[in-house]
């Protein structure tokens, strides 16, 4: 059974709609607040085709189960929402997470992929007055992996004229990550010590410059001496090697470095592999925040090892920190400030085709890239 009738036989019924066929594949429920409403009908800026480039997957596995097609049903806009003909497309790493079954999937055939920048092609109905046809824009949300994508008008925001769409795809995810983490998973004050692990990837890179532009203090840890001279070019003060082969020589290093006290922070997203080694490097009261599983999950870890120094441990997800719109507009509006104004780097791995999505994939699973991954459809 092909996509189309897949998507078709399982999409719900909507009177206003004259086929189910192109029925959006996934549907975000977030209550939309902020700015004034349009309340209209499905409008176009010029007439939308049937159907679309994409990538999906119909069960989990590995790279062999990405699917390429060109004739993917073009999703339908529903209240609330904007349909985004995407230029540039982020790809992440929750997205192998999705695809080999660490996160479950909401259902199959699943568009991959979270976040983009293009421009608005149609509206539905009741949507901010401050995202009008043919902006340009950048969104997180799903189904990201397409030449249009429907997505909630709560996660979309309009692009200030220094911002080009490149731009806006290669930050907005991984940058408003990093941002949230400073701000909330740990307020990081000037002067604090702060270990962040794969400080050469796609947030680590963030995380270097942002606390840098804060006063606070970074110790690097990357996997490779080019990665760690990255990170110094970034805003880290000190880099340092994982020591896979001696852990608590890795510990020892990183403690030194704070004059035996510990780092105030730990932003780890590595996961297994470092979670024990970076947890032995916070100081009293301190903070272990986790947020990613590059390594594997952390499992079996007995609450009560925190109670040695009173350490804080968190794992959080971005979208609890951005659950309203107001708050979207509050740290999009930051960080486009932090790039316009502090000069902050916007670094770019590779833009590679969407029908190349299998390479994209492997190169961002080696561990061996360095900053944002982004297709074009």
Known sequence: ??????????????????????????????????????????????????????????????????????????????????????????????DTYYRTGVYPLPHTPYILGRDAAGTIAALGPNTPSDLPLGARVAYMGQAAYAEYTAVPAQNTVTLPDGITNKIAAAALLQALT??????????????????????AGGVGLWL???????????????????????????GAEVVVEYHEENREKFTKEVVDITGGEGVAVVFDSVGKETFDSCLATVKRKGSMVSF???????????????????????????????????????????????????????????VYPLKDIVRATEDIQSRKTTGKLLLTP
Not at 81 to 93: A, H, Q, S, T
Not at 178 to 199: C, F, M, S, Y
Not at 213 to 223: D, E, H, K, N
Not at 293 to 308: I, K
């Open 208 to 234: 270097c410059q942002l606390l840098k532009a804060v006063g606070a203090r970074t110790i690097a840890a990357a996997s490779s001496p080019e990665k760690r001279e990255l990170a110094k070019q970034n």
């Open 178 to 199: 990093a941002l949230t983490l400073i701000r909330e998973a740990h307020p990081v004050q000037p002067g604090d010590w702060v270990l962040v692990t794969a400080a």
């Open 292 to 350: 990613g599983n590059a390594s594997g999950p952390v499992t079996g870890f007995a609450l009560g090892r925190l109670a040695a120094k009173n350490v804080k441990l968190l794992r959080p997800a971005l979208f609890n920190y951005i659950y309203t719109r107001e708050d979207v507009l509050k740290y999009t509006s930051e960080l486009w400030k932090f790039i316009e104004k502090d000069g902050l780097n916007v670094a770019i791995h590779e």
């Open 1 to 94: 059974m092909s996509f189309l009738a897949r998507s078709a036989l399982r999409a719900p019924q909507i009177t206003t709609a004259p086929s189910i066929a192109s029925t959006r594949l996934l549907a975000l429920t977030s209550q939309l607040s902020g700015a004034p409403r349009v309340s209209s009908t499905r409008t176009m800026t010029t007439e939308l085709p049937k159907t679309m480039k994409a990538v999906y997957i119909e069960k989990t596995g590995g790279t062999e189960v990405l699917q390429y097609k060109e004739d993917v049903p073009v999703p339908e806009v529903k209240e609330g929402e904007v349909l985004v003909k995407n230029e540039f497309i982020g790809v992440n790493y929750i």
